[in-house]
């Protein structure tokens, strides 16, 4: 393996800073929209600013730092992830990749490389599921797909409008943050799961992000005496709904046995009415949230999820009405030409490497719909995630970074 051109101390420095602006005892907790939030982007602001970027923030409320080329080769060669958490979560994920951009830009200023193309790092607005609902709001927009219906969604007595306008945003003319100017999008990530480490492999090259669909189930069953009603004369919503959530586990362990894709499905948030102990469950939902690495396997869950659903409803003497599909994004691959590109750059740094599908959602799925786009994981310890055990090696992150950074060198090389 050849001497790295980033360096691990610097990315390990920049990783503890933000570490550090987190909610006191919630480690590690920075959500989008907080003043928390903006503690950590005024870091990322003097960061970007010490490495000679001149940073702004889009109307979407991404903050980008841009590094001019020498005008040799059009379109800007954007690299970043995001920087807000989930609650209680890690120090990692959307952050390592955000930090990676920065020593990329400082490590080609200490080799003194001026490129062909313009370079820009990305810090993109609020990439998990934020207090509005809504994931991805920054690179949504920077793709020109985010909904101005969302800009009405209101949370603790802020509207998404007011939040990015909050970040510095201008919410009335999202237009102004739509991409068409990229060579090529890039996001260093942790892997989020076991393979890498279980392989010991260096990086995972992501050929797939899965298709995330979240499919909302409402339960209508009939509030009673617990006491009095006969247990063969109830109309229980929490039983059915609990039958039908082992159905989803049941349909999702047969989709991902059945391979070679990725599948997974979970009830992520369950809810019931009226919630005491003395009254049969009236009513639950369900909000399911499912990933495919193929689009054929949703389908397929989708349509015996229903077929579950009626047969559920008939067997337990309740109403369901039909499922409701809140979202449902196909699975967005990367560009092959970039996968191949980042190929040739990991044999040249010397890198053990693998590809592989994502389970997770990322910015890149966004970015991809407007620009080449791909992105690199990194291994992190045991494959957690989204939780504060979170942990990956400032090493790892740099043997990540090196990548990317001899990818950029080939990209501004090439055509
Ligand atoms: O939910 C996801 O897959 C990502 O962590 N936002
Ligand atoms: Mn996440
Ligand atoms: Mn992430």
Do not use: Y
Not at 18 to 45: C, I, K, M, N, V
Not at 131 to 154: E, H, K, M, N, Y
Not at 172 to 190: C, G, N, S, W
Not at 208 to 232: C, K, L, Q, S
């Amino acid at each position: 393996m050849r001497n790295l051109a980033v360096r691990a101390d610097r990315i390990d420095a920049d990783i503890s800073a933000l570490a550090a602006l987190t909610d006191p005892g919630r480690p590690w907790t920075r959500r989008a929209f907080t003043p928390r939030f903006a503690e950590g982007r005024s870091f990322l602001e003097r960061a970007m600013t010490a490495a000679g970027l001149e940073t702004r923030i889009d109307a979407a409320g991404n903050l980008i730092g841009r590094r001019r080329g020498d005008g040799g080769k059009p379109g800007t060669i954007l690299v970043g992830s995001h920087s807000d958490t989930v609650p209680d979560g890690g120090r990692f994920d959307g952050i390592a990749g955000v930090v990676a951009g920065l020593e990329i830009v400082r490590a080609l200023r200490d080799r003194g490389i001026t490129l062909a193309h313009d370079l820009e790092v990305i810090d993109c607005l609020s990439e998990e599921v934020s207090i509005f609902g809504v994931s991805c709001v920054g690179s949504r927009a920077a793709a020109g797909v985010l909904s101005p219906a969302w800009l009405d969604r209101t949370a603790d007595g802020l509207s998404l409008r007011a939040g990015i306008a909050a970040v510095g945003g201008d919410p009335d003319r999202l237009a102004l943050a739509v991409r068409d100017d990229l060579r090529a999008f890039l996001e260093l990530h942790i892997e989020q799961g076991p393979v890498l480490e279980a392989e010991q492999r260096d990086i995972g090259i992501v050929t797939t992000i899965a298709g995330i669909t979240r499919v909302e189930i409402r339960v209508e069953g009939r509030a009673d005496h617990a006491g009095t009603t006969p247990m063969t004369a109830r109309a229980d919503a929490l039983v059915a709904a609990a039958a039908l959530v082992l159905d989803v586990r049941a349909l999702a362990l047969a989709l991902a046995n059945r391979g070679p894709g990725h599948f997974a499905a979970t009830v992520g948030e369950f809810r019931i009415e009226p919630g005491a102990a003395n009254v049969v469950p009236s009513s639950a939902r369900l909000l399911i949230d499912a990933r495919a690495e193929h689009r054929p396997d949703m389908v397929a869950f989708l349509d015996q999820l229903a077929i579950r659903a009626a047969a559920v409803a008939g067997g337990h003497g309740v109403h369901i009405p039909t499922p409701d599909l809140v979202s449902d994004n196909h699975p967005t691959p990367a560009d092959p030409a970039l996968l191949d590109e980042i190929t040739a750059a990991a044999e040249t740094v010397g890198v053990r490497h693998r590809r592989m599908a994502s389970g997770a959602g990322h910015d890149m799925a966004w970015f991809a719909r407007v620009a080449p786009a791909a992105m690199v994981f990194v291994p992190c310890r045991g494959g957690r995630s989204h939780n504060a055990e979170e942990w990956a090696e400032s090493d790892a992150i740099a043997l990540g970074t090196e990548v990317l950074f001899e990818t950029i060198l080939r990209l501004d090389r090439g055509v």
